[in-house]
Structures are given as structure tokens and as C-alpha cells.
């Protein structure tokens, strides 16, 4: 039988450590198509480890057979944990630390997540014991099941675990998770209270960043928006006010303007303009989201401050970004700023457009005379002429067509290179 000859083959293998480990790995593998031999095989494991001499190897050895028959679901795998908590006493410090932590995230892969703890808790060095810790709470959150009776032995695990996480950033970071894997379960007041009890200011701005996302993914975000402006209230009151701006700057730029936007008008309109300015250096593509929530009143100062940057810097990539602004504010005076975006990139002919649908004369003139003088740079007169005749205030056109004329002339004249005449000591000048 192919098996049978398998099992015998790996006594060919010359290294105790990988025979061991090959013999788990067979055993978990039959244990689980439940076929009687992997009792054979694990035998054979154990047997091997006579020939290791190393003991952080054999430690590891342990490790994986017991870690084979944790996932057979054989119980014995707990007899081989407590031996590897016995003997690893034996080893250097880094050494038996690094074991406990292979042989605790071990545990929690199969589901052991109070086993898992008890190892953590034995590593000697504080950042590794946190960081374990972290990570079997993160493993513990990710398999929380609705409707399972498992869940609340493992909530209760995972609160036990948080009790002896007390630095930061490692608690805010298993608070994280564990918010993670309460929303998962529906169980979202308390995925609020995890991010509110957070410690560090860069950890719950990612946490309130990414509950909002999850929410918002899961289609109930609107029905938390009170939530949310309770815990910014919170945090605000821990980490400082700004720190209120840093949670909707958060937001905005990633996409849920509608909810930086209800924080936002707690603290004013200046506030708005100063995030939207930010989303315009950071992530333009969100300032669509952002718009969209506004008032009219508050999009068109915002917009204002926009267009007023983008004019500073113009360029033909920004475009896209002009129109979104022009879509979401609706005003002559905005559209008159898109006008002179359009002028500043050479985009002339689009400008003239807007021009020509403006019905404020000031604007409209201010516009006209714009693309004029651009008309005039490239020297097509004729329709700089025609441009100007479009104005509708009398006074501004006539202005600006003597201004037109004469530049014409002026120019006409530069390109001649004519004109002397006699100065009184008969010398012919050249009239410039």
C-alpha cells in the first residue's frame, strides 16, 4: 500500500529534526481523512526525537508534532504543550521566549486561546510578550463566529489577554482587533467602546478610520453617525482638540466625506475649507465625496478656497479636479475661476465658452477681457475683436476693444520695422 510505504520510507531521512516533523505532518494529514495509520505515524514522530540533540530543536520539534495534533483535534497535543512549557525552562532566555511565542500562536491556530495566553505569559522579554499577546488576540478576533458557542468563551479569553496587554502602542493595536472582530459579529456599541479606550492617538485614528470604513461597507453607517460624534468627542478629550480635525481629515481623505463633514460643522466652516484644502494636496480623487455633502452655502466658500489654490499652481492634470469642483458648486463666481483656469493652461477656446455663458456682466466682462488678452498674445486679433464684442456691459467692451486696438497697432507696428524720420541735426532716427 502506497501509505504504508510512505510512513517506512521516511526512516531514510537522514536529519532527526525534519523526520520528526515529516512523520507529524503525515500523521495530521491521515488523523484527518481518518485513516487509522496516523497513529503509526505520530508514534514514529516521537520516536525520532530520541536522535535530536539540539534542545531549542527539539523544543521546535515538539512544537509541530504537537501542533499536528492539535489540528487532528487529538487532545493529546496537550500533553506535548506541557512538556515543551517544562523543558523550554532549560533554554537561554531569547531562546525559550522565542519558543514560547512559536508554541502560543500554535495554540491559537487551533483554537486553544487560553493555552495560548499561559505561554505568552511566560516570555520573559516585555515587548515580545506583548507583541504575542497582540497577535493571539488578533488571531482570537478573527474567528469569532455569530451564533457560535464558542464566541463567548473566547471574548472572555480575549478580555483576559487585553488585562495583561498595558503598554502602548501594543494595546491599541489589540483593541484594534478586537474592534475588528465585533463588527464582524454585529456587536457595534462595543466595537466603539474598544476604539474609545485606546491609549494611542496614531492606533485610534487608524481604529476610527477603519470602523467607519467597515461600516460604511456593511451599509449601516448612517444609522452610527450620532456614535461617531460621540467618540470623537472622546478621544478629542483625551488626545486634544485637534486631534477632532485629524479623525475627519482621516475620513475625508478616505473617502467618507459625508461623515468628516458632520464632524467638521461642529467645530465651523473654517475648519471645512482647511481639510478640503488637505484632500486637494493629499487625495484629490475624495474631494467629490466632500462636495457632495456640503450646503450650497458651505461649497461655495470651500470651492472658493479651492479654486484659489489650484489657481496658484494650474496645469492640465488638475483639470478633472476643476470640473468636479465646478459640478458640485454651482455659482457664476466659481465658474468664473474654472474660466481663468482654463486660460492659464491654453486652453482658451474653453474659457470662452464658460464666458459666454455667464450672465453676471462684471463676471462675464472680467472673463471676455481674459480670454481677449490671450487671443491677443497668440496674435489672432481678429478674434480677440470678436471676443470683445461678446461683453455686455457697453462701457467694459469699449474699454477693452480701444485696449485691443491699440495692442494691434502696437504690434503692427513692432513687426513692420519701419518708421524713420529727420531729427533737427538731419540724422534719420527709428521710431520704436
Known amino acids: 500500500m502506497l501509505i504504508e510505504e510512505a510512513l517506512k520510507s521516511v526512516a531514510a531521512i537522514p536529519d532527526p529534526y525534519i523526520r520528526a516533523v515529516t512523520y ?59 512538556r515543551i512549557l517544562n523543558e523550554s525552562r532549560f533554554l537561554a532566555h531569547p531562546q525559550r521566549d522565542e519558543i514560547l511565542r512559536t508554541a502560543s500562536l500554535a495554540l491559537v491556530s487551533f483554537g486553544d486561546v487560553g493555552e495560548a495566553i499561559n505561554f505568552a505569559l511566560e516570555i520573559s522579554n516585555g515587548d515580545l510578550r506583548q507583541s504575542t499577546l497582540v497577535a493571539v488576540v488578533r488571531a482570537a478576533s478573527r474567528s469569532l463566529e455569530r451564533n457560535s458557542l464558542k464566541t463567548a468563551y473566547r471574548i472572555r479569553k480575549i478580555k483576559l489577554a487585553m488585562e495583561y496587554i498595558t503598554d502602548e502602542p501594543y494595546r491599541s493595536k489589540a483593541l484594534l482587533e478586537l474592534s475588528k472582530g465585533l463588527i464582524s459579529l454585529g456587536s457595534y456599541g ?3 467602546s474598544a476604539v474609545e479606550a485606546m491609549g494611542s492617538r496614531e492606533w485610534a485614528k487608524q481604529a476610527f478610520k477603519e470602523l467607519a470604513f467597515r461600516l460604511s461597507e456593511l451599509g449601516v453607517i448612517e444609522r452610527y453617525v450620532e456614535s461617531f460624534v460621540s467618540l470623537a468627542e472622546g478621544l478629542s478629550r483625551k488626545f486634544g482638540e485637534e486631534f477632532w480635525v485629524e479623525l475627519a481629515t482621516a475620513l475625508a481623505l478616505a473617502g467618507r466625506g459625508e461623515l468628516a463633514v458632520g464632524l467638521l460643522r461642529k467645530l465651523g466652516l473654517e475648519s471645512i475649507k482647511r481639510v478640503a484644502l488637505d484632500v486637494l494636496d493629499k487625495n484629490p480623487s475624495a474631494l467629490k465625496e466632500l462636495l457632495s455633502a456640503l450646503s450650497h452655502e458651505e461649497a461655495l466658500e470651500v470651492g472658493r478656497v479651492l479654486m484659489n489654490r489650484i489657481l496658484e499652481e494650474p ?6 479636479i476643476v470640473n468636479t469642483i465646478a459640478r458640485f458648486v454651482r455659482s457664476e463666481e466659481m465658474l468664473a475661476k474654472v474660466a481663468r483656469f482654463y486660460v492659464l493652461i491654453g486652453d482658451v477656446e474653453s474659457a470662452r465658452g464658460i464666458g459666454a455663458f455667464l450672465q453676471n456682466p462684471k463676471l462675464r466682462s472680467i472673463v471676455m477681457a481674459d480670454v481677449a488678452h490671450h487671443y491677443l498674445k497668440l496674435g489672432r486679433v481678429e478674434e480677440a475683436i470678436d471676443t470683445a464684442l461678446e461683453v455686455r456691459d457697453a462701457r467694459f467692451a469699449s474699454l477693452l476693444m480701444s485696449e485691443i486696438l491699440i495692442k494691434a497697432v502696437e504690434k503692427e507696428v513692432e513687426g513692420s520695422g519701419h518708421g524713420e524720420v529727420e531729427g533737427s541735426d538731419g540724422e534719420a532716427r527709428r521710431r520704436t
Open 24 to 82: 507529524a505532518k503525515m500523521g495530521e494529514k491521515l488523523a484527518v481523512a481518518r485513516n487509522p495509520l496516523y497513529r503509526e505515524a505520530f508514534l514514529s514522530a516521537f520516536e525520532s526525537l530520541s536522535g535530536i540533540d539540539d534542545p531549542y530543536a527539539l523544543m521546535k520539534a515538539l512544537i509541530s508534532i504537537g501542533s499536528s495534533l492539535g489540528r487532528s483535534g487529538l487532545k493529546a497535543y496537550k500533553r506535548v504543550f506541557a
Open 315 to 320: 496645469s492640465p492634470e488638475k483639470k478633472r
Open 190 to 192: 462595543d466595537a466603539f
